[in-house]
């Protein structure tokens, strides 16, 4: 990967867009300005000294963190993302594990550090004056890397109560980001949104590299949120956008909020690539979407230890929903006795920091810890292995039932989980958010799972909120939802 990514380099426009920076007012930085001022940054990097190899980089969204990456890069330094909104307690725990780092921060990361070693204000980017001969420069570092070495550090978002440190080479960046698309033949006409969070993989391989390695553009709108989903569509159309990578809660949102006509006014005339990730896409929000807007969305599947594995594409859309898609090239798999997905990828993470690494992995494939299903050489997550609810003997599989409840009229989320009751028997509550009347929606739910999946899986306790809690990243934060449940005295069960 590493010679095709210096002759991508070598036959690439420089003075071609790369980045655009909305949040510093549409700011455009053509190859030649970006790397220019990366060039800049590299050598500031650099001057810390080699010993110090890790750049902590406790930053929001920005085109400063973005130019973070590549600057870091062409220094040889490791990239440590840490989430700047994360608490004072974990930023300090994470950095205490780091062995003397570079600490990089901006504004709000700031304030959650007792000392760091450099703080980039707004526009500081934009006011670097770019290195000469950025092209010839940037080339000549990127020759100089070893794609082999340890590059990122991410660290998950610890909806298990356990933070874990994952470190990735250039190369498996490059090589999954070239496998997924190769998919889609992604390239140079491609424009992407970033929306993710700039310190999580997803806001990192599919917002970043992915577009970078097959010579795309990148629009900054910055970390996604309720607010920004107002004006998502107006932004799209500004800044003719026509790659993104969603989560199934920012669909939801944008549903709510959105301008729907902008919307189907530019989807009608443009092809889109809409990709979806960190968290299953249930079918209820595929179709509420996709029939507001007359344009599919393709569900995917990864992990930060594996990255992508799965997506779906225009040939398994045809199948029907339900599943994550077609396996890339590249991707080994088998099962384990509990149906648990096993895989070996060419982009495998070099291990955690602070987890016994070899524990995770079984004959040199890795544990997922969800439950699958192949058909057809189509890929299904049915749940998760440490998730399973074991009643009347029965493994009962959460996401299987959260599949049937999201398609239920008046269900707006759900989460499942389990609790004992007094006599320690696993009990199955559903957890969901509705504008209807609760015991309507309830007992239609109770009606539905019963015909589709058996009585066996009927919802013992129902729980209404407002909504389902999230991480940072968009998923459901299912620990967050079962401790809500059990402070609430909804638990007296016999």
């Given amino acids: 990967m ?10 690439w426009d420089f003075t071609k867009e790369f980045v655009v920076d909305v949040l510093g007012g549409g700011t455009s930085y053509s190859y030649e300005s970006f790397f220019g001022r990366c060039l800049l940054l590299s050598e500031n990097f650099s001057s810390y000294g080699k010993d110090r190899t890790h750049l902590a980089l406790v930053m929001e969204n920005s085109v400063e963190l973005l130019a973070c ?3 870091a890069l062409m ?8 989430d700047p909104l994360k608490g004072e307690e974990e930023i300090c725990k994470i950095l205490e594990g780091i062995n003397d780092p570079i600490v990089i921060t901006d504004e709000i990361g700031s304030k959650k550090l007792n000392s760091f070693d450099m703080k980039m204000e707004p526009g ?12 010839e420069n940037t080339i000549q570092l990127f020759a100089n890397r070893n794609f082999d070495d340890d590059y990122l550090l991410t660290f998950t978002s610890g909806t298990s109560g356990n933070t874990k440190g994952v470190r ?3 190369n498996n960046l490059f090589k999954t980001a070239e496998a997924f698309n190769a998919m889609f033949d992604l390239g140079a006409d491609s424009r992407f949104a970033h929306l993710m969070p700039m310190t999580y ?17 990148i629009v900054v709108l910055g970390r996604f949120s309720p607010i920004r989903a107002f004006s998502f569509w107006q932004l799209t159309a500004q800044y003719k956008i026509n790659t993104f990578w969603l989560s199934p809660s920012m669909l939801t949102i944008i549903l709510k909020v959105g301008n ?6 530019y989807c009608a005339a443009h092809q889109l690539h809409l990709f979806i990730g960190t968290a299953p896409l249930h079918l209820t929000t595929r179709q509420e979407f996709e029939k507001m807007y007359s344009a599919k969305l393709y569900a995917s599947y990864g992990l930060s230890e594996t990255l992508y594995l799965s997506v779906e594409t225009p040939e398994t859309l045809l199948l029907g929903g339900g599943n994550v898609g077609k396996l890339l090239k590249g991707v080994q798999y088998k099962f384990g006795a509990d149906g648990e997905f096993l895989v070996d990828v060419p982009w495998m993470f070099l291990g955690y920091t602070n987890e016994h690494t070899p524990d995770y992995f079984a004959d040199n494939y890795y544990k997922t810890g969800d439950l699958a299903k192949i058909e057809d050489g189509i890929l299904s997550i049915v749940g998760r292995s440490k998730d399973l609810i074991i009643k009347g003997s029965m493994n009962i599989s959460p996401a299987l039932i959260e599949g049937v409840v999201a398609s239920v009229a008046g269900v707006e989320e759900c989460s499942v989980f389990s609790v004992l009751s007094k006599q320690k028997e696993e009990l199955i509550v559903l957890g969901y958010a509705s504008a209807e009347n609760a015991a309507e929606v309830e007992k239609l739910v109770s009606a539905t799972v019963a015909q589709k999946l058996g009585k066996n899986y009927l919802i013992d306790l129902f729980y209404k909120v407002p909504a389902i809690p999230k991480n940072i990243n968009g998923k459901n934060d299912k620990k967050a939802l079962k401790e809500s449940y059990l402070k609430s005295g909804f638990n007296n069960v016999g």
Avoid: D, W
């Fill in 69 to 71: 990456y590549f600057g």
């Fill in 168 to 170: 990735h080479t250039l």
């Fill in 124 to 135: 500081y980017f934009l006011s670097l004056e770019p290195l000469a001969k950025a092209k």
């Fill in 75 to 82: 220094c040889g330094k490791v990239a440590s993302a840490i």
């Fill in 260 to 265: 729907h006509k902008v919307g189907q006014e």
């Fill in 2 to 11: 590493h010679e095709t990514v210096i002759e991508r380099l070598e036959s």
């Fill in 201 to 217: 993989m997803a806001g990192i391989l599919n917002s970043i590299f992915q577009p970078f390695v097959c010579g795309a553009s």
